[in-house]
């Protein structure tokens, strides 16, 4: 067990729709990462927060948003789903920003657009 | 852009054997390489590289980085079928916390 947690474990929804995944990081953690998996991809880095503060950007939708909370959890909103947004969805924690050092993984949150 | 490529894509052995996993980068102002271990949920932590030339060992497992030729191996000696798993590469960014994971190795150790 990592110390993060996400919820909900799993998620079924129909194409048109939104939802939120959240992610509570380690305690102490103040960095959050999000990645989506696909079946036919690896981990694709989508965004990071730390503090509070949007941190990086990656390859992430503009139908994706996130932020981060004074209470350090986070939450990725996805809206106008797809098909092709079924995925697993994982969110990392660490300490510091800098994002080089390990990131502690969360179970993730399998989205499945119907 | 940043590159990670692994290889091979997949393998299959038998308990015992040793194997050998890739991980070939493309980077710019490289800070450090890391491997996972995913066994359908999160990925774990394994090791983190940042010099060359120096092993990081962990039971039968161990890994070396080589900077001049930009890649790393991970090894993995007397396989159990517990090793079976996806290994992914990582190359952080230093730009923050963009991290750019290969599309990993997919071991299978029979019995």
């Known amino acids: 067990d990592s110390g993060v947690t996400q919820t909900p474990k799993h998620l079924i929804t129909a194409t048109g729709q939104r939802v939120t995944l959240r992610c509570s990081p380690r305690s102490g953690d103040l960095s959050v990462y999000w990645y989506q998996q696909s079946l036919d991809q690896g981990l694709q880095f989508l965004i990071q927060?730390?503090?509070?503060?949007?941190?990086a950007k990656g390859n992430i939708l503009e139908r994706f948003s996130a932020q981060q909370f004074p209470d350090l959890h986070s939450e990725l909103n996805l809206s106008s789903l797809e098909l092709g947004d079924s995925a697993l969805y994982f969110c990392a924690s660490t300490l510091a920003g800098t994002g080089y050092n390990e990131q502690f993984f969360g179970p993730g949150t399998r989205l499945t657009v119907l | 852009e940043d590159k990670v490529v692994q290889s091979p894509l997949s393998l299959v052995v038998h308990e015992g054997d040793t194997v050998t996993l890739n991980c070939s980068y493309e980077v710019t102002n490289f800070r450090s390489l890391l491997w996972y271990k995913q066994e359908k949920k999160a990925p774990t932590f394994l090791f983190m590289l940042t010099s060359s030339g120096i092993e990081k060992k962990s039971g039968r497992l161990s890994s070396i980085l080589d900077k001049k030729e930009l890649f790393s191996i991970l090894n993995i000696t007397a396989t159990q079928t517990g090793d079976s798993a996806v290994y992914l590469c990582?190359?952080?960014?230093?730009?923050?916390?963009?991290?750019?994971f290969g599309d990993g190795t997919t071991l299978t150790v029979k019995p």
């Open positions: 990582a190359v952080p960014n230093t730009n923050a916390g963009k991290s750019t």
């Open positions: 927060y730390y503090n509070g503060e949007e941190r």
